[in-house]
């Protein structure tokens, strides 16, 4: 989608290094979203922002944090990549929160050997 | 993601026949509903929404039906076409906490379309 950009698109990284995903959105929307999916599992919720430098946890957080700094930017941090985080990663961004429907990005595939 | 189709339930369809996709959703207080289709490498994309206090929305050649009864959703596209093929996968909208919505996402259904 034009309004929302993930980067970079691609990633392998190795077991026990520090990565970081960007979300770019061009739309001004209040709330942003990091979902994985994986096979079997569906999205799955990690965290997300409500505003600048308002964010919480989802259901699956561990091991991930993220940062808010402007309303068009939401990183996504793995402190210290483990092979478990190998998936796909979906940022969303939704001008009304979670009462609507969210635009998603196109995904960043990320490898952990 | 190229994976996402591994281990879901598949329908497979003729060209110019009608598909009807199902949901079954978990929580009856839940009060919006939104259908995704997520075709190969790209993300979700917002199909069709209904609110809990309808039973039944049309779109292009897309009709979602709600049945709050059984807790079920289904998805029905008129004369399936080739670019309909993707994994589709439905949403609903749960309240917590008396104020904080959530989003929670099924694990959807590859759709194949046969020419």
């Known amino acids: 989608d034009a309004g929302i950009t993930q980067s970079p698109r691609h990633k392998v990284t190795e077991t026990g290094t520090p990565v970081t995903l960007r979300c770019h959105q061009t739309?001004?929307?209040?709330?942003m979203y990091w979902y994985r999916q994986d096979p079997g599992h569906g999205l799955r919720l990690i965290h997300y922002s409500y505003g600048v430098k308002d964010t919480d946890k989802g259901e699956v957080s561990d091991g991930y944090s993220v940062s808010r700094s402007k309303t068009e930017d939401f990183l996504l941090t793995l402190e210290s990549a483990t092979s478990s985080q190998t998936s796909v990663y979906f940022c969303?961004?939704?001008?009304?929160?979670?009462?609507?429907?969210?635009?998603f990005g196109s995904g960043t595939r990320l490898t952990v050997v | 993601g190229e994976n996402v189709g591994l281990h879901l339930p598949t329908l497979s369809v003729q060209e110019g026949d009608n598909s009807i996709i199902n949901c079954a959703y978990s929580?009856?207080?839940?009060?919006?509903f939104i259908w995704y289709k997520q075709e190969s490498g790209k993300g979700p994309q917002f199909i069709i929404d209904?609110?809990?206090?309808?039973d039944k929305r049309q779109g292009q050649r897309v009709t979602v039906l709600l049945n709050k009864t059984v807790k079920h959703l289904s998805l029905q596209i008129a004369a399936t076409q080739p670019g309909d093929s993707a994994v589709y996968f439905c949403?609903?909208?749960?309240?917590?906490?008396?104020?904080?919505?959530?989003?929670?996402f099924g694990k959807g259904t590859l759709l194949t379309v046969n020419p």
């Open positions: 209904i609110r809990s206090n309808m």
């Open positions: 929580n009856s207080a839940s009060d919006y």
């Open positions: 949403a609903e909208n749960i309240m917590e906490g008396g104020s904080n919505y959530k989003l929670t």
């Open positions: 739309e001004n929307h209040r709330y």
């Open positions: 969303a961004i939704s001008p009304h929160g979670q009462r609507n429907g969210y635009t």
